[in-house]
């Protein structure tokens, strides 16, 4: 897209991967860090300190924040929100959030047209944080188009199970009927770029970034143990579990629901390239063991 140049609030592992496809699309693509001198960014993407943006939001056609927000509100909204506000170029924005603003709902089903129902401190903090980005599309300077991405768990190469069961630090954690879903890295770089692609010319949408088969916890695991060649973790009850668990974990599996996305992928005519869990972390197995003989033929090569 020429002429298109897009600001990443946070390039963390999820916003790494968008600006490598915004690149790869053809954008001017600049990232903002509390510590730009600590970040490996993608080869060609800029990046900046987050309190020194003003000069390259004001510029930006489209802008994308991946920051989590504090008990203070939205950090990209209390710093830039006037400067967003009033630019003229900007045509889109997106904001990371998640599912975790549906609530529980009794492992049932939640899809792009479902009320909110927040239980969570943080997950409350995340609504307000999204009608925050989403009154930016009736902005003072003109109408933009706005995307709230309800994102599952992540995983991609270098962050699942995998990793964890190949440490000998994965916990087989068994609670019948406590399925949920995921996204791959990759196919929320893909869903991110077809959103912006597909976007009106203002108004706000809810996508979910959440694949098509919810799994229980204990399934992915073995399934990642199957790949390795090694034997499960050994099985251990909810029951069990639960009083060695942090806040968050324990607000992870108190809350049980299943997350569609096929009007999202009818939207945004993107199919994820990793449907379910079997297929990403087959594709990251097969990738990661690729890396580890590169690597070894290196050490061992002349």
């Known amino acids: 897209m020429a002429d298109s140049h897009m600001v990443i609030f946070g390039l963390g592992y999820s916003g790494a991967a968008v600006a490598r496809a915004a690149q790869d699309a053809g954008f001017q693509v600049t990232a903002t860090s509390r510590d730009p001198s600590g970040i490996k960014a993608p080869e060609g993407v800029a990046v900046i300190g987050f309190d020194a943006a003003d000069a390259a939001v004001a510029a930006a056609t489209h802008v994308l924040a991946?920051?989590?927000?504090?008990?203070?509100?939205?950090?990209?909204?209390?710093?830039?929100?006037?400067?967003?506000?009033?630019?003229?170029?900007?045509?889109?924005?997106?904001?990371?959030?998640?599912?975790?603003?549906?609530?529980?709902?009794?492992?049932?089903?939640?899809?792009?047209?479902?009320?909110?129902?927040?239980?969570?401190?943080?997950?409350?903090?995340?609504?307000?944080?999204?009608?925050?980005?989403?009154?930016?599309?009736?902005?003072?300077?003109?109408?933009?188009?706005?995307?709230?991405?309800?994102?599952?768990?992540?995983?991609?190469?270098?962050?699942?199970?995998?990793?964890?069961?190949?440490?000998?630090?994965?916990?087989?954690?068994?609670?019948?009927?406590?399925?949920?879903?995921?996204?791959?890295?990759?196919?929320?770089?893909?869903?991110?770029?077809a959103a912006i692609r597909t976007a009106p010319a203002t108004g706000v949408r809810v996508l979910h970034l959440a694949d098509d088969v919810p799994a229980e916890s204990a399934l992915v695991i073995e399934e990642a143990a199957r790949l390795l060649g090694v034997a499960p973790p050994p099985a251990v009850p909810y029951a069990d579990a639960v009083a060695g668990m942090g806040e968050m974990a324990r607000s992870f599996w108190a809350d049980n629901r299943k997350v569609a996305s096929a009007i999202t992928q009818q939207t945004l005519g993107y199919r994820w390239r990793y449907p379910d869990y079997r297929s990403g972390l087959a594709a990251i197995f097969a990738e990661e063991g690729r890396d580890r003989s590169a690597e070894q033929g290196e050490v061992g090569g002349a």
């Open 66 to 193: 991946t920051a989590p927000p504090s008990e203070d509100g939205d950090p990209v909204l209390i710093r830039y929100r006037a400067v967003l506000s009033a630019s003229a170029a900007l045509r889109w924005a997106g904001y990371l959030s998640t599912t975790g603003v549906y609530g529980d709902r009794a492992g049932g089903w939640v899809d792009e047209t479902t009320h909110p129902n927040p239980a969570a401190p943080r997950a409350r903090r995340r609504i307000a944080a999204e009608h925050g980005w989403a009154a930016l599309a009736g902005r003072v300077s003109g109408h933009i188009a706005v995307d709230l991405f309800r994102v599952a768990g992540i995983y991609g190469p270098g962050r699942s199970v995998l990793d964890d069961v190949a440490a000998g630090v994965a916990r087989r954690v068994i609670k019948p009927g406590h399925a949920f879903g995921r996204i791959h890295r990759d196919d929320i770089a893909g869903a991110v770029m």
